[in-house]
């Protein structure tokens, strides 16, 4: 998923376990995760069609080949088992990430590119610093990750582990790699801070971030918004030069 937000999806093998019962399992357990406030999206169950998912299913998916389905892909790049047998996880990863995503990495990488782009120019006229839609918000280096990830041919829900992966094997860009997992983590941390003390994903200077500002040992809580904005500013930079040498 996501930052703060996950897409739950459960794979199984028809020829074992009943698919009814797999889709009224994992309603039970939708039920049970928004009870407890830990709302989970489903939006790879929406394009098929119900909760559970066989790997035909979701392999018929992807073939239709919807121009839109770029976020299926990427998040499908950054999931992770949280049970489940290990023959299953295999067929996945054979069947799916190596078949219908690296083999076809090409088209994902010029989709999530131009919806990067698409954001950017978006961009110019809001106001505020938005955290996660931004432009060189959370949703824009997320957005970037999952490009660099299709073009390396890398499968890693863990981002720290992938900015590693990237310094290791794109070492001309090392650097900024290191600066986009900094900024990243930053504005997560901006983020946590500010929905748990009440205020909006959306930065601004009139705003009273004293508080917010204190905790991050800044004095004044404009020094905070300035951070925000050339940490920003600085994932975009990075964006933008990094799309213009993969695309």
Not at 125 to 154: M, R, V, W
Request: proline letters at 3%; a negative charge.
């Amino acid at each position: 998923g996501f930052e703060n937000d996950y897409d739950l999806f459960v794979l199984y093998d028809p020829s074992r376990i009943d698919p009814k019962l797999m889709d009224r399992a994992v309603r039970r357990v939708h039920n049970e995760l928004a009870r407890l406030g830990n709302m989970p999206h489903h939006r790879i169950a929406e394009q098929v069609g119900h909760f559970a998912v066989s790997i035909d299913e979701l392999g018929a998916y992807l073939d239709r080949g919807d121009p839109d389905d770029f976020i299926e892909r990427s998040e499908l790049l950054g999931s992770r088992m949280v049970l489940g047998g290990s023959a299953l996880h295999r067929d996945f990863l054979n069947r799916i990430i190596r078949q219908r995503i690296f083999r076809e990495n090409g088209k994902l990488i010029q989709a999530l590119g131009r919806e990067i782009r698409e954001r950017h120019a978006a961009d110019e006229a809001s106001s505020g610093l938005d955290l996660k839609q931004g432009k060189g918000g959370l949703f824009d280096i997320t957005l970037l990750l999952c490009l660099l990830k299709a073009y390396y041919e890398i499968y890693e829900p863990e981002d720290a582990r992938t900015f590693r992966s990237l310094q290791k094997m794109d070492k001309s860009h090392a650097g900024d790699y290191r600066i986009l997992y900094q900024a990243r983590r930053f504005l997560i941390d901006v983020r946590g801070i500010l929905k748990l003390t009440g205020y909006t994903e959306v930065v601004d200077e009139p705003m009273d971030l004293r508080y917010p500002a204190r905790i991050f040992g800044f004095r004044e809580p404009r020094h905070l918004v300035d951070k925000v904005s050339a940490s920003m500013e600085k994932a975009a930079e990075i964006s933008d030069r990094l799309l213009e040498d993969f695309l």
